[in-house]
Each structure stands twice: as structure tokens, then as C-alpha cells.
């Protein structure tokens, strides 16, 4: 898909092509990119991330420094976007984590996938705390209890 106008009639076939496994693969979509290294443990996070995004569900999974976790979950968020037409949030801990996931990750997908890949920052004056079971972030409550 890179270097290409993307097409979105050819969703499906650019799905089967784009699954995390493939294109976090040494010869994969994203393997052609300055920067990018091939990780076998975040094509084991990026797939299982993907799976839980297209059936529901949980997943908790802990990885250590340099697994490449940022890619190996915003790649399957964006999938998910153009798959579903929706719209993705991602929320971090730190602003400095947050200009590293819209100044590098997503310019860097961008590039590799061709993909029309919008991201947005907002932290400005966002309060957040849980108390209990439920996580108030600015003007919504929402509770950490699965459905």
C-alpha cells in the first residue's frame, strides 16, 4: 500500500495483507521504513491486540523495554478504524508519551501503510483520578467494570 492513493474498496484485500503478523514481519509493510526493527515479541502483542480489537474482549499484556509496544497497539487501532469506519482513543500516561505517539508512531505508520492516518492530542487542562471502580476523566465517569 505504500506510495499509493489509499482506495477504500480495497479494504479487504489491503486487510489481509496489512494483519499485524505479516506487517510486523521482517519482510513486511512496515520492514522497508528507517527506523523500524523487526521484533518477534511485538508481533505477538500487535496480533493478540488485533484479535481482541475484531472479537471484544480483554487482554492484559505486559512487555518490556523496547518490545515496541506504541506500534504494536496503535497499527491494529488504525486497522480497526478504517475496518469499522470509527474512531479510536488512546490514552496515555504522560504527555511526553503522548507527542512521542503523534510526532513519531503515527507519522511513522503513515508512511509505511500509506494509510489516511489523523491523530489528535488533547491533554490541556484534563483531570483525571479513579475512585473505586469507576475513572473520571474531565467530564465523563466510567466504570472499570467489564460488561
Known amino acids: 500500500m505504500k506510495d499509493a492513493q489509499w482506495d477504500p474498496s480495497q479494504l479487504d484485500a489491503f486487510l489481509e495483507e496489512a494483519h499485524p503478523r505479516k506487517a510486523f514481519s521482517a519482510t513486511g509493510i512496515l520492514s522497508g521504513l528507517e527506523g523500524y526493527e523487526f521484533r518477534p515479541a511485538q508481533i505477538d502483542m500487535a496480533s493478540l491486540v488485533w484479535e481482541v480489537m ?18 504494536a497497539y496503535l ?19 504522560t504527555i511526553n508519551l503522548q507527542q512521542q505517539l503523534i510526532e513519531k508512531e503515527v507519522p511513522f505508520l503513515a508512511a ?3 494509510l489516511p492516518l489523523k491523530a489528535a492530542s488533547c491533554w490541556a487542562g484534563v483531570i483525571t483520578f479513579a475512585a473505586g471502580n469507576l475513572l473520571f476523566t474531565g467530564r465523563t465517569w466510567t466504570s472499570s467494570r467489564p460488561p
Open 75 to 93: 497499527y491494529p487501532a488504525f486497522l480497526l478504524t478504517l475496518k469499522e469506519e470509527s474512531r479510536v482513543v488512546v490514552a496515555t500516561h
Open 112 to 114: 509505511a501503510t500509506g
Open 54 to 71: 475484531e472479537r471484544g474482549g480483554y487482554a492484559v499484556i505486559e512487555a518490556g523495554t523496547g518490545t515496541g509496544k506504541s506500534l
